[in-house]
């Protein structure tokens, strides 16, 4: 399969996601340090206008891990940026240096709008409070490596509404058919818009503020940071800070099989205790991105 931009979830069949994580099943043992030259010659570009440490570094270390080589934009007050050049000339120009660009930028419909002037694919690493696919997509391979995508319950917790990882996972688990429960204050539930996509996709959504109540009938608790950057009014916040906390004690109500993720970082949404339990799975999830990227990079590079 070719893949050229990834933007949205939305943009995927089912058949396409298995085919993925399929491939990055295969680049396991590559991510666990196993020689590669797969990707000798290439060079992916990244470019950063919001801070991350997972995906800028799982990105770099899959590149690095299959013999390419990475260039970086580095911090956009020391970039052209910071002049006043736009992102779509940014985005022309660095097409010229790399093979592929990945983008994260603080503005919803980013991400889209730069694959309109790139010669090269775009991979969304998160606009705004818009999308994350490749997020979802290591999402979907930790679930598929450590429970099962069929049969599936989950319930995303948290910031539903500013959460890109959550916006982009729903797209995806409705086309798993899977048993969604969104847990969340009032004022931060998934957009209309969202739900209402995914019920006409046929997604099976429960609404709920309380996490405690449903802890006895899942298999995967996909746990968020309330996204404070994203709020306009940081009195809102403080309503909200904390609201929701995973301790140990909390977890006594849980299934036995239940597996706990979170797209990290985490704040004190979830009790450090909580790692030491059998349930926590939010570390292997960040290990998941590399051979997930693994696999995207080798799809956008035309090599797989
Ligand atoms: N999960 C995630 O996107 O993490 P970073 O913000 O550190 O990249």
Do not use: C
């Amino acid at each position: 399969m070719m893949l050229r931009h990834i933007i949205s979830m939305k943009d995927f069949s089912h058949d396409e996601i298995d085919i993925i994580l399929k491939r990055a099943k295969d680049f396991e043992p590559i991510a666990r340090g196993k020689k590669s030259s797969l990707l000798s010659g290439k060079i992916l570009a990244t470019l950063f206008y919001e801070p991350s440490t997972r995906t800028r570094l799982s990105f770099e270390t899959a590149m690095k891990r299959l013999g390419g080589e990475v260039i970086d934009l580095g911090s956009v007050e020391k970039s052209s940026v910071a002049k006043g050049e736009t992102l779509a000339d940014t985005i022309r120009v660095i097409g010229n240096y790399a093979d592929a660009i990945v983008l994260r930028h603080p503005r919803e419909g980013s991400a889209r709008m730069a694959a309109q002037f790139s010669n090269v694919p775009i991979l969304n690493a998160g606009d705004g409070a818009g999308h994350h696919p490749t997020q979802t997509l290591l999402d979907l391979y930790t679930i598929m490596r450590e429970s099962s995508l069929s049969n599936l319950r989950i319930a995303l917790v948290g910031d539903l509404k500013y959460g890109r990882t959550v916006h982009s996972l729903a797209y995806a688990l409705s086309m798993y058919h899977a048993d969604m429960t969104l847990i969340s204050p009032k004022q931060l539930q998934m957009p209309d818009v969202i739900k209402k996509d995914l019920k006409k996709q046929g997604a099976s959504i429960t609404e709920t503020t309380n996490m405690e109540d449903v802890l006895g009938d899942i298999d995967v608790l996909y746990v968020t940071r309330i996204q404070k950057e994203r709020f306009p009014d940081p009195a809102e916040y403080q309503k909200v800070a904390g609201i929701y906390r995973v301790t140990a004690e909390l977890l006594e109500k849980a299934l036995d099989n239940l597996i706990i993720m979170h797209p990290l970082p985490r704040l004190d949404e979830i009790d450090p205790a909580v790692d030491r339990t059998k349930y926590a799975r939010y570390f292997e999830q960040s290990f998941y991105g590399v051979p997930v990227r693994m696999a995207l990079l080798a799809m956008a590079m035309e090599v797989a």
